[in-house]
């Protein structure tokens, strides 16, 4: 099986934020890796409740923005992302979710990812930037 059918497999969606080619008449779409990165995105950002027709998809991440953080709110965060990945997320494997504190007093929160690709057991890693404050003056 070559590495391009096992990219097929991996699945193909709309880019995140959704963007359309006026030239084209067509929407922008990711395939591969870059799609279940940007499926991860997605759901992390989603609240449950927030898609009609699956009202169980999503992380609810901002419950957590006014919690006092400590070891306890760090390890039910991390169960949380495994939780929604495990349920939400087939064609990847969790092995490691860690919760990077180092930037808290900024008021961002580091979540990173260590994953196993199904179809092609490769290990990838995705960081999400979960913003604790207001994102008024927030730059990627």
Not at 105 to 127: D, H, Q
Request: charged share 30%; net charge negative; proline share 4%.
């Amino acid at each position: 099986m070559s590495l391009e059918s096992n990219k097929e497999f991996l699945g193909r969606g709309w880019a995140f934020p959704p963007q359309f080619n006026r030239a084209e008449s067509r929407v922008e779409m990711t395939q591969g890796y870059e799609d279940i990165e940007k499926s991860l995105e997605i759901l992390l950002g989603t609240r449950k409740g927030e898609r009609v027709l699956l009202p169980d998809y999503g992380c609810n991440l901002d419950e957590m923005v006014f919690e006092t953080f400590n070891e306890s709110v760090k390890t039910y965060l991390a169960d949380m992302v495994k939780s929604a990945i495990l349920y939400h997320e087939p064609r990847i494997e969790p092995l490691q979710v860690i919760i990077d504190d180092s930037y808290i007093t900024e008021g961002r929160l580091m979540i990173e990812i260590e994953f196993l690709v199904r179809a092609t057991n490769s290990r990838f890693n995705k960081v999400y930037p979960f913003y604790l404050e207001e994102g008024t003056e927030i730059q990627m």
